[in-house]
């Protein structure tokens, strides 16, 4: 987790699974409890994503008022493929690089 001014980027590495999606949940809860103005979830180093982790971060985004940011990075097919083909991307915003969500957002440049 590293925080740019009050923007949290979350970076996920391995499998976000059935396994593996309450202990990014219970990451999540931490950061939303910290009130930032926006979330960056960080897929890049992430190889498989199955439903559960999908289901994770609609429900993240779901938790946030209409003042926070949210963005996911997922660029490839063990990623962005999957969230593109639930139709995420039309939820929130998917971006190549944590850079192109940030500027995306508006936060967390400095």
Do not use: C, Y
Request: glycine share 10%; aromatic share 4%; no cysteine.
């Amino acid at each position: 987790m590293e925080w740019r001014d009050d923007v949290v980027i979350v970076t996920v590495s391995g499998e976000l699974d059935l396994a593996t999606a309450p202990q990014l949940s219970e990451s999540m809860k931490l950061v939303l409890d910290k009130a930032p103005s926006a979330v960056v979830v960080d897929l890049s180093h992430v190889g498989f994503l199955a439903s559960a982790g999908m289901s994770l971060l609609a429900s993240t985004h779901q938790q946030l008022d209409g003042s926070t940011g949210f963005a996911v990075v997922a660029d490839g097919p063990s990623t962005g493929r999957p969230l593109t083909l639930v139709g995420l991307h039309e939820v929130f915003g998917i971006f190549a690089t944590v850079g192109e969500a940030l500027s995306a957002l508006g936060a967390g440049n400095s």
